[in-house]
Structures are given as structure tokens and as C-alpha cells.
């Protein structure tokens, strides 16, 4: 379900001033809290600051510690995603 949300309403993508790697995703704040209490248990990631966004709200992370063990959660087994962006988390 969080690769198809992800596939959706997320991004990857590599900040072009350190070329560090972002993921990102949009939701409702509810949604993005147990979105991002999956993540803590899951991938071991830290707690992060959900950002409202006019009137959306965000969930990132950034760094290559956080941006793989998230990869690797989201892709691990998996048959179906959007190749695009599994693309860019692999390069």
C-alpha cells in the first residue's frame, strides 16, 4: 500500500546543491503521522517534521542512511511500482 501511495503522491529526487537524495511525500497531516510511524518501525528511520504546504501537508527525508533503508522497505519482494522512480532511488 505505502509503495502505491508513494508511486502516487511522492517523490524521489537528488538536491542538485549536494546531490543528496529526497524522498518525500504528500497527505493529509493524519495520514503522513502513522504514514511516518510505519517508517520509524519499519526502516529505523528518525522522526521528522510534517510540513504544511499552503493546504497540503509534507513528510520528507533526506540523506543516504534514510533514503536507502526506505528503498530498500518499499521495493523489497515487489513485482509492481512506478520504474521511474525506482530508477532514481538506484542511481
Do not use: A, P
Not at 511516518?36 to 517534521?49: A, G, M, R
Not at 542512511?65 to 521511474?84: C, G, K, N
Amino acid at each position: 500500500y505505502m509503495r502505491g501511495y508513494f508511486d502516487g503522491d511522492g517523490c524521489v529526487y537528488r538536491r542538485k546543491n549536494d546531490n543528496n537524495l529526497c524522498f518525500s511525500v504528500l497527505g493529509t497531516k493524519d495520514f503522513l503521522v502513522e504514514m511516518q510511524n510505519i517508517l520509524i518501525e519499519c526502516c529505523e528511520v528518525s522522526k521528522n517534521k510534517i510540513v504544511k504546504v499552503k493546504k497540503i501537508f509534507n513528510l520528507s527525508y533526506n540523506g543516504k542512511h534514510m533514503t536507502d533503508r526506505i528503498r530498500d522497505w518499499l521495493y523489497f519482494d515487489s513485482l509492481l511500482f512506478l520504474e521511474r522512480k525506482r530508477r532514481i532511488f538506484h542511481d
